[in-house]
C-alpha cells in the first residue's frame, strides 16, 4: 500500500482518524495487509466485495469459503486464513454479546443468538438447545448438516444427550439456506416426532426455530408446537 499517496493509506487513516473513518474496502485492506505487484490491498479488498458483496457487503464474508477466497486476485493462504479468522470473531463477538438475554420464553431472543451461526449456512444443519430449571442455556448439540429430516435425526440421541447433560427443556433450531423461514411438511413431522419422545422423557421439546436470511419462524409462535402448561 506504499505506492497509495500518504492520505488514502489505510493503516494510516486509522490512527489519525479512527476505524469508523475508514471505508469497507479500507478497513478489509487492513487486515489483508499487503498487495501484489499489480494489486494493491484496497484494491483486493474492493474485488472481494465487488464480486460477492453485491448483495449485502462485507457480510459476504460470513458465507465465504477458503476456496473462493483464494480464487480471488491477491488472495493466498495468509490472506485468506486472517479473513476467515475475523469473519469467525464478528461471528462470535455477536453471539457472544446476545447470551445473557436468552429466555426460553422468548423465541426471538433464543433466534437472534444463534442467527449469526445459522443464517449463512449453505447447507442445512440442525441444533438441540438445552436448557435447565432456571432456563439458562447448559449445552448446545449439532444433530445433522445436510438435509434435516425425520429419518436423520435420531430421538435416541438427541435425549441421551439431554439427559447426559441434565437438561429438564430443549429447543430445536435449524436453518434454511433459501432464507424462507417457513416449516415444510419434513420440517412439522420431525418436530411432532421429537415433541412426542420428549414428553415420554419428561424433557420437554418447548419450540422448533428455523433460522432464515436474518429472519425466524418459531413453532411456538405460530401455536405448531404448544409448551407444557405454565412454562
Do not use: Q, W
Not at 460470513?62 to 476467515?84: D, H, I, N, Q, Y
Not at 422468548?106 to 432456571?134: G, K, N, Q, W
Not at 436474518?214 to 405460530?222: G, I, L, N
Amino acid at each position: 500500500m506504499t505506492s497509495l499517496p500518504l492520505s488514502e493509506r489505510p493503516y494510516e487513516r486509522c490512527l489519525k482518524y479512527g476505524p469508523a473513518a475508514l471505508s469497507d474496502a479500507e478497513l478489509l485492506a487492513v487486515l489483508i495487509r499487503t498487495g501484489t505487484r499489480s494489486l494493491s490491498a484496497v484494491d483486493a479488498a474492493r474485488n472481494l466485495i465487488a464480486t460477492y458483496g453485491k448483495r449485502d457487503g462485507l457480510a459476504c464474508l460470513m458465507r465465504l469459503s477458503r476456496t473462493e477466497l483464494m480464487a480471488l486476485p491477491g488472495f493466498g493462504p495468509v490472506k485468506t486464513v486472517g479473513v476467515l479468522a475475523a469473519a469467525e470473531l464478528c461471528r462470535r463477538m455477536a453471539k457472544t454479546t446476545r447470551r445473557p438475554e436468552i429466555s426460553l420464553k422468548d423465541p426471538a431472543s433464543i433466534a437472534a443468538y444463534f442467527m449469526e451461526d445459522l443464517c449463512y449456512l449453505p447447507r442445512e444443519e440442525m441444533r438441540a438447545v438445552m436448557f435447565d430449571t432456571r432456563n439458562r442455556l447448559l449445552h448446545e448439540e449439532t444433530l445433522s448438516r445436510g438435509t434435516v429430516n425425520a429419518s436423520l435425526v435420531s430421538p435416541r440421541e438427541v435425549f441421551l444427550e439431554a439427559l447426559r447433560c441434565g437438561a429438564v427443556y430443549l429447543v430445536l433450531l435449524h436453518n434454511h439456506p433459501s432464507g424462507d423461514p417457513t416449516p415444510s411438511e419434513a420440517d412439522k413431522v420431525l418436530t411432532r416426532r421429537l415433541a412426542e419422545a420428549g414428553s415420554l422423557m419428561h424433557i420437554p421439546v418447548m419450540d422448533h426455530i428455523i433460522i432464515g436470511d436474518h429472519c425466524y419462524t418459531s413453532f411456538r409462535e405460530e401455536g405448531l408446537l404448544k409448551p407444557p402448561a405454565g412454562i
